[in-house]
Nanobody, 119 residues
């Protein structure tokens, strides 16, 4: 089992920055991959950024060059630094972890944190 707790969302003007945090309940070394997804009103949840335990990262085209995913192993925390925010980045952002449980790869989710970008 992995519990995930997000923080750092809020209201920001377009062009501003926010940093989201996701604290995991166990060592992130034991987690295969962690990432951030978002869901805007009326839209499907989409991948924003992800990183594997080996350190490779990938980003959606819409956030490349503006968002950066990183981690602090000692704090079991993954971050999403969001710069040059746009109104279309407004969404609930969810932390995701993929970890094995009983030999099956399972998705774990946080409860989400709201990011609201005003124009």
């Amino acid at each position: 089992q992995v519990q995930l707790v997000e923080s750092g969302g809020g209201l920001v003007q377009a062009g501003g920055s926010l940093r989201l945090s996701c604290a995991a309940s166990r060592s992130i070394f034991s987690i295969n991959a962690m990432g951030w997804y978002r869901q805007a009103p009326g839209k499907q949840r989409e991948l924003v950024a992800a990183m594997t335990s080996g350190g490779s990262n990938n980003y959606s085209d819409s956030v490349k060059g503006r968002f950066t995913i990183s981690r602090d192993n000692a704090k079991n925390t993954v971050y999403l630094q969001m710069n040059s925010l746009k109104p279309e980045d407004t969404a609930v952002y969810y932390c995701n972890a993929k970890a094995y449980s009983d030999y099956r790869l399972v998705d774990y989710w946080g409860k989400g944190t709201l990011v609201n970008v005003s124009s």
